[in-house]
């Protein structure tokens, strides 16, 4: 051999020895020092070992779709606190929750969110308090109960689509018929027609908010199909006023993208933030990438179209583009587009995939069903109209309570939402956590805790809300989180449970394809339903 083949070799042994001679002093300083050293008062919490040296458990049990289960599990081997990360602790405690979350206690969202950003921050992503304080501002007063009312007539529109598209499939499947599975893989038999109901959830929370974000619905449902217009290059389209013509568009499934971006986002951002680029470059973690930037191009599509196109429709869109701050300016370009993709993410699957689960639990539980259908009827009467008002059903004891209580089960923000505590610190159940320590509370565990909620809390009950103390139980339900960071758009998404379960409880009979199994889902940031087989049958009113 030649002794210029010899250099770069010797020169790769030399890398390598180098390299395994770094590497543990290397695990020793960025792991085993802040273990010892423990700034944040967390070495005493227990939790999985790696977890106490790394962020990668957490990361990889993120990447694994199931990290409330997992999280539920540790609680129950541990107890209250659980150490999830080198600086996350996780409080299973309902009190924890207004401790950690409330209004004026000072703690700010964690680096976590900076894994969601997309174009310019959201309201969800903004973790600046003054930043935020100002957005939200502008966008709580769009959702107020008031303004939310005028958006009525377009979730009422969207619903009987919907219904009309269930009637057409029901009377085809019961002659015989099946159809594709983009229309949920449906057939007839025994008299009922039997579909996956969640595509077609995803197709009416998709139109409702497409419609009402950007002022055109996707047509999602009247085409049974995934599928959402979105600006190829979004520079030519952020600066375009022009026609659409100026800059290409292409058709993508937006379901399926959102799904891809939220699971990427999770996991993504539960890792420090030094490491992220390097992780963006692995096969997975790249496709979830390019979903974030294919989800924000339907939103530089939708407002460049409506910017070009001015109207005077009121929709979501319109109130943003009038939304002022303190000091009377209104939002950039940029801040728009953000903020109507932030409702289009926020106020969508959200929507589909809660309606998805409470369909699960009626059809799971007949009972309940049938009971829910009596109120209905009670209070429906014979109205020709097969659409509920919101005056109709906003006051229905039962209705409520099964909505609560599937939001209970199946809260699809399962997950502790990250904290970082503030100034002076943190004290939960005696346990005193300095400033810059990461908590969280895990819904889906506090949403079980049989303190709050009674010694049957793994199973549906919605008479539970009648007979337990109410103000307990109203302190450990999370599902649309509490204090400053929780939902703003909470009195349109009960708008639209109350709307679309009522109607379409009393339009059809709901049975489970397979009665015994549990609703499987995969978890992102949001815990989503995969399918949901069930049997129709039209009733008779
Ligand atoms: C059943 C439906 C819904 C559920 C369960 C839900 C739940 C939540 C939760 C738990 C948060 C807090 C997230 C966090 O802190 O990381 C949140 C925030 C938010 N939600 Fe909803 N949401 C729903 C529907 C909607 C709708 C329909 C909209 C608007 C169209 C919306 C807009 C938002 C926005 C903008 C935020 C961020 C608020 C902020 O940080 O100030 N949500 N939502």
């Known amino acids: 051999m030649s002794a210029l083949n010899l250099i770069p070799l010797a020169g790769a042994d030399f890398k390598l020895s180098t390299i395994l001679a770094v590497l543990p002093v290397a695990v020793v300083l960025t792991h085993i020092v802040p273990y010892l050293a423990d700034p944040f008062n967390q070495r005493r919490v227990p939790g999985p070992l790696l977890a106490k040296f790394s962020d990668l458990w957490l990361g990889w049990t993120a990447s694994q779709g199931h990290r409330s289960d997992v999280v539920h599990e540790l609680h ?26 409330a209004h004026g206690n000072g703690s700010l969202k964690s680096d976590f969110y900076d894994a969601f950003v997309s174009i310019h921050r959201g309201l969800f992503n903004t973790r600046d308090r003054a930043d935020h304080a100002r957005k939200r501002k502008i966008v709580s007063h769009i959702f107020s109960q008031k303004n939310v009312m005028e958006f009525e007539p377009v979730l009422r529109l969207y619903v009987g689509q919907l219904l009309n598209e269930w009637d057409r499939l029901y009377d085809a499947a019961v002659k015989g018929e099946s159809g594709t599975e983009g229309e949920g893989g449906w057939f007839g038999q025994g008299g009922r027609l039997w579909l996956d109901c969640l595509p077609w959830y ?19 449902i009247q085409s049974a199909k995934d599928s959402a217009p979105v600006a190829v290059s979004q520079k030519d389209a952020m600066k375009s006023y022009g026609t659409q013509g100026e800059y290409e568009i292409v ?22 933030p030094s490491w992220r680029p390097y992780v963006r470059l692995l096969p997975w973690y790249r496709k979830g990438g390019q979903a974030v930037k294919n989800l924000a191009g339907i939103a530089v599509a939708a407002v460049a179209k409506r910017l ?29 587009t953000a903020e109507a993709l932030t409702q289009l993410i926020a106020g969508s699957d959200t929507t589909s995939n809660s309606s998805c689960a409470i369909t699960y639990y009626l059809a799971c539980y007949p009972r309940v069903q049938e009971k829910l259908q009596k109120e209905l009827d009670e209070a429906l009467g014979t109205e020709d109209e097969y659409v509920s008002t919101f005056e109709q059903v906003k006051r229905l004891p039962y209705l409520e309570a099964v909505i609560n209580e599937a939001l209970r089960m199946h809260s699809t923000s399962s997950l502790g939402l990250p904290r970082i505590a503030p100034e002076g610190g943190l004290t939960i159940n005696g346990v005193h956590f300095p400033k810059g320590a990461i908590l969280s509370v895990p819904t889906y565990t506090i949403h079980r805790d049989q303190n709050a909620w009674g010694g049957d809390s793994d199973v549906f009950r919605p008479e539970r809300w009648f007979e337990r103390d109410h103000t307990t139980m109203q302190k450990a339900f999370n599902p649309f989180s509490f204090g400053p960071r929780a939902c703003v758009g909470r009195n349109l998404a009960f708008m639209e449970l109350l709307i679309i379960i009522s109607s379409i409880l009393r339009r059809y009979h709901f ?7 549990p609703l499987d889902t995969r978890e992102g940031f949001l815990r989503k339903p995969i399918e949901c087989r069930v049997g129709i049958k039209r009733r008779q009113v």
């Open 308 to 336: 070009t196109t001015p109207t005077d429709r009121v929709d979501l869109l319109s109130k943003l583009q009038q939304g002022r701050d303190d000091e009377g300016n209104l939002m950039g370009r940029e801040e728009l």
């Open 76 to 101: 129950k081997k541990y107890g209250t606190f659980v150490r999830l990360a080198p600086n996350h602790v996780s409080i299973a405690d309902p009190e924890a929750l207004q401790i950690v979350y």
């Open 202 to 220: 995803n197709y009416l929370a998709f139109d409702i908010i497409g419609d009402l974000a950007f002022g055109s619905p996707f047509g999602m």
């Open 251 to 272: 058709n993508i499934p937006a379901v399926q993208i959102l799904n891809d971006r939220g699971e990427f986002s999770a996991s993504m951002g539960v890792l420090p």
């Open 511 to 517: 049975v489970l394809a397979e009665p015994e199994k």
